[in-house]
């Protein structure tokens, strides 16, 4: 078997890539792998150096275990078409998948040649059979090649048809539509400080989800940012929001309802749901009213209620919330899940003390009658040193 190059977990399944491009499914929540895990657990529990201690160095060692479960190898790609204005050649190799990403009870992957590409159906194993060709009927088999298995989202792969998005035709307030890169091409390449893609006239793309969202984005100076949907179709629009695109952004990180974006100047932008302040826009009442990451407007007698506003605009995060004066910090790693945000990131500012890195606290409870209420412990959506 070959190696595995990357692991992902979706709502109630993980599934680990190979190198060769195959792809393997497990559900740990569901029986017979759940059984196996319990009685293992149970046995770990039994002993007490298993127990979760920071030792000296203040570090908590992991407990490893192996056992033997039950992997559901996925259908291979079908036939693909090749994509044009790449801004590279077309590689020598056949497609295979270099990379996934794990939504609600699906996978979005792209290809070494730059395709997007969606498996759905992963809720059970019983469902993976399902997709094999049982309940398809045969004029949907012979009419779209195995599209309700793996489908390609052109609007996210193709340029021609990105060029299409009223986004790059509109003019926007200035008169000036956005442009867009002269290539695109998606690629496995994950590490965002690589040179070539930081100075290249090129872009390109990868891909990350989570729950119900996924994102294909471009690194490089003409970034471009397209989401997409969970139920996304092979003729599915991707949203694009303006204010993202040629930033010159290097990563994307996705939570349940939020999403954050780094560019290669050290700015972090979120954008989304409050989801209980992992935007990291500041406490809300201390936004000014209908800020983004703040209140509505009071009604008229004078009530606040409800959680803030959901943030359609990407807005710039900042790190000095609750200090005494404005800190100058660069971010260069991101990442999110659920209602989390966390940033690695480097104080600027000479003479203070550099921290690692920061986690965005959550530090709201909803109330069943009252809805969201703040804490008796502020401060509220800041970002504090680990």
Partial sequence: MAPVIAVEAGWTFSVALLASGEIYVWWPFNDPLLETLDQKNQELDQDVHNKARANKKREIPCVT?????????????????????TGQETPSVGIQLVQIAGL???????????????????????????????????????????????MQLSHFSDLDRVREHEVFNDSGDDGKAIPVPESMKITHV?????????????????????????????????????????????????????????????????????????????????????????????????????????????????????????????TKVRFDYGTQGPRDRFAFAIAAGGWHTGALAMDLNVGHSVPQDFLLRDRFSLDDTNGWTDSPDPPYSNWSTL
């Fill in 65 to 85: 275990f192996g056992i033997d479960a039950p992997l559901s190898k996925l259908p291979p790609l079908p036939p693909l078409p090749a994509l044009r204005q």
């Fill in 190 to 314: 994950r590490w965002p400080f690589e040179p070539p893609f930081l100075n290249s006239k090129f872009s390109h793309l990868q891909v990350t989800g989570n729950f119900k969202t996924f994102i294909a984005y471009s690194t490089g100076l003409s970034s471009l940012v397209l989401m997409g949907k969970h139920d996304a179709t092979a003729e599915s629009v991707p949203n694009i929001k303006p204010e993202l695109q040629n930033r010159n952004v290097i990563s994307i990180a996705v939570g349940d309802w939020h999403s954050v974006a780094l560019t290669a100047d050290g700015q972090v932008y979120t954008w989304g749901e409050f989801s209980s302040g992992a935007l990291g826009l500041g406490d809300p009442a201390n936004l000014e009213p209908g800020a983004p990451g703040g209140y509505a407007p009071a009604t008229n007698n004078g009530r606040r209620r409800g959680r803030p506003a959901k943030v359609e605009t990407p």
């Fill in 104 to 150: 609600e009870n699906s996978i979005v992957g792209l290809t070494n040649h730059g395709h997007v590409v969606k498996f759905d159906g992963l809720e059970n194993d019983r469902t993976i059979s399902q997709r094999q060709w049982q309940y398809v009927s045969t004029y949907i088999l012979s009419a779209s090649a195995l599209l309700m298995l793996s």
